[in-house]
């Protein structure tokens, strides 16, 4: 089960970033402009945001296995949509599907990884194999999503995707049996968090159009608030609530969600951006931009070793800090030398980020679901990445805004965009 958890995980990060890579040819390919084709990952990202905790919770009571396959089903069917899509709308909506089925995938397939194996050299092994699966499609996928893009069209990016899940729904089915936790669904607590979330979304994606004073802007963010105020409420009166409050006493399940928000707002969303920025900037192909993105993935790959190294010197906390500062320098350092269009310079800015998040990406993942019981691991898992993935849409309305000038000036506009983020 440990397999086949780990590849539906893989499977998830092979999927996003490779989606990044093929963008532009996408946009080709329905003659539209960035702006109209932002939604493509966004919808993603904020389907996924929004049903990352109800499948968490979901998850923790009708069965780990079951919702892996259910999952599995729904990213399946929404991948064909996507290759098939005929108009951009359709191929958002499509997007918007195969986000809730991402959600279901990845809650359901780290909830059985830290419900199987609890705590020891077991668990350690098993994060171990973990951090490898995520490495490697972490390493690939730039390359992968180039050459699909550049020589099969970027529709196979999704069709491609049908016999993996295939293959990894028949091995769900062989694996140990289901394991679920009492107690009934909360439908109410589900409801107010995924339209909260997803209004907040909204409302940060649509800023660069709308303006963030704009009597819109500030309706939708809100309207999210009292959402969120009336779902925390739902929860403090629940006996089986859909998210345990009180793990948000404990400081180290703080901490560590903390920093998943900081790796995906400076981290992950490089991994989007980036491939953007190498084909507008120096007109490189799909393929040659996915071998542009290796420094970055291969640091990726490092990282979480260098993390477990010092990890057994230092405590886990200051391993988080530092893998943080690593990201903050690694940024700063490619946004003042984007300018100069050096990709050397480029580059060695992404290692910097890259080992970073590489750290992070796996110690995050260990401090969180050391803080929670095992009947609770779907719930914990979502609650951490429901903060980190919203932040990874608000940058792409940037460039959607930004994309007239990004075709004369693409280096300056990273720059821009690099300090600003950095700032906010």
């Not at 999503?145 to 293959?167: D, E, K, S």
């Amino acid at each position: 089960m440990l397999a086949t958890a780990s590849a539906t995980c893989a499977l998830i990060v092979l999927d996003t970033n490779v989606v990044a890579v093929s963008l532009p040819s996408i946009a080709r390919s329905f003659h539209a402009s960035f702006a109209d084709v932002e939604w493509v990952v966004s919808a993603y990202m904020v389907a996924f945001a929004s049903c990352l905790l109800p499948a968490g919770g979901l998850a923790d009571r009708v069965g780990r296995k079951k919702m892996l396959l259910l999952g599995l089903a729904a990213f399946s069917l929404a991948s064909l949509g996507c290759g098939l899509a005929p108009p951009a709308a359709l191929l958002n909506v499509a997007r918007a599907i195969k986000g809730v089925g991402a959600a279901m995938l990845l809650t359901a397939a780290l909830a059985i990884i830290a419900n199987t194996f609890h705590e020891g050299v077991a668990r350690v092994r098993a994060w171990a194999v973990w951090d490898t699966c995520m490495g490697v499609a972490t390493t690939v996928a730039p390359l992968v999503g180039g050459v699909i893009t550049q020589w099969i069209g970027w529709r196979w990016i999704f069709m491609l995707n049908l016999p993996v899940c295939a293959v990894i729904a028949w091995c769900a089915t062989r694996a140990s049996r289901a394991i679920r936790s009492a107690g009934p669904l909360d439908i109410a607590g589900s409801t107010l968090f995924s339209l909260a979330l997803a209004l907040g979304s909204w409302a940060l994606i649509e800023v660069s159009s709308d303006g963030l004073t704009s009597w819109i802007t500030c309706a939708r963010l809100a309207i999210c608030e009292l959402l969120f105020g009336a779902f925390i409420q739902a929860q403090r009166a629940r006996a089986h609530a859909m998210v345990d409050l009180a793990l948000f006493r404990q400081p180290r399940f703080v901490v560590a969600v903390l920093a998943m928000f900081g790796y995906a707002a400076c981290a992950q969303v490089m991994m989007t951006f980036l491939p953007l920025y190498l084909q507008n900037a120096f007109g490189w192909s799909a393929v040659a931009a996915g071998v542009g993105m290796l420094p970055f993935a291969l640091a990726m790959v490092v990282g979480p070793y260098i993390g477990a190294a010092i990890g057994r010197r230092l405590p886990a906390m200051t391993v988080l800090s530092l893998g943080l500062l690593l990201i903050a320098a690694g940024n700063l350092l490619t946004g003042f030398v984007a300018g100069a269009e050096r990709y050397a310079l480029v580059a060695f800015g992404m290692i910097v980020t890259g080992l970073g998040a590489g750290i992070l990406n796996g110690d995050t993942q260990k401090a969180i679901m050391a803080c929670v019981p095992p009947q609770r691991t779907g719930m914990a898992r979502a609650s951490a990445r429901r903060r980190a993935l919203p932040r990874s849409s608000r940058p792409l309305a940037y460039w959607a805004q930004c994309s007239p000038r990004v075709r004369m000036r693409p280096s300056s506009t990273l720059r821009r965009f690099l300090l600003a983020w950095r700032l906010c």
